[in-house]
């Protein structure tokens, strides 16, 4: 049943989202760069983004060992075989490709939870870093769950992307 209603969701996001209006950008107080808008609020440049680090979350402080160290800890050294087992892991989890301003080497959204997403950014190694990795939260995902289980998804998550690249 849930796999039915990842499905509904994610059609639902990808109307909603898919084939804005050309002319979004005219149509708002803001000015368009690749898939953000930028405007002023309250005196500051400010940016819509769907993404954001776990210590950003409020009463997330007290977590953020539990939720950074193990996606950089038990993923890092994995960023060669995950790059190749992407495909898997992206179909798994109802995911897509990460957004364009994610960075890194490359990216992907995962959905391990229906209204949470988690956009993974790795960096292969080279002559002066060692690979690492680096796990953004859909910006609302405190609104369907408290810190603790938001560091407990990412955790989990990070598990079964070890798991996928076993098989």
């Given at each position: 049943?849930?796999?039915?209603?990842?499905?509904?969701?994610?059609?639902?996001?990808?109307?909603?989202?898919?084939?804005?209006?050309?002319?979004?950008?005219?149509?708002?107080?803001?000015?368009?760069?690749?898939?953000?808008?930028?405007?002023?609020?309250?005196?500051?440049?400010?940016?819509?983004?769907?993404?954001?680090?776990?210590?950003?979350?409020?009463?997330?402080?007290?977590?953020?060992?539990?939720?950074?160290?193990?996606?950089?800890?038990?993923l890092g050294p994995h960023?060669?075989?995950?790059?190749?087992?992407?495909?898997?892991?992206?179909?798994?989890?109802?995911?897509?490709?990460?957004?364009?301003?994610?960075?890194?080497?490359?990216?992907?959204?995962?959905?391990?939870?229906?209204?949470?997403?988690?956009?993974?950014?790795?960096?292969?190694?080279?002559?002066?870093?060692?690979?690492?990795?680096?796990?953004?939260?859909?910006?609302?995902?405190?609104?369907?769950?408290?810190?603790?289980?938001?560091?407990?998804?990412?955790?989990?998550t990070s598990?079964?992307?070890?798991?996928?690249?076993?098989?």
């Amino acid at each position: 049943m849930s796999d039915n209603y990842d499905k509904i969701v994610q059609d639902n996001i990808r109307r909603l989202y898919g084939n804005l209006p050309i002319d979004l950008s005219e149509n708002l107080p803001g000015e368009e760069v690749g898939e953000q808008f930028h405007f002023d609020a309250f005196g500051e440049k400010c940016v819509l983004s769907p993404l954001k680090s776990f210590k950003e979350f409020p009463d997330s402080i007290s977590h953020v060992a539990a939720s950074a160290m193990p996606t950089n800890k038990l993923l890092g050294p994995h960023v060669t075989e995950i790059r190749k087992a992407k495909q898997s892991i992206v179909r798994t989890f109802n995911g897509e490709k990460g957004p364009s301003e994610a960075g890194g080497d490359f990216s992907f959204t995962l959905y391990p939870l229906p209204k949470i997403a988690l956009c993974y950014i790795f960096y292969e190694a080279d002559d002066d870093f060692s690979a690492s990795v680096r796990c953004l939260y859909s910006n609302n995902a405190n609104q369907f769950m408290p810190a603790s289980g938001l560091a407990d998804v990412g955790e989990y998550t990070s598990k079964q992307i070890l798991k996928l690249i076993d098989h």
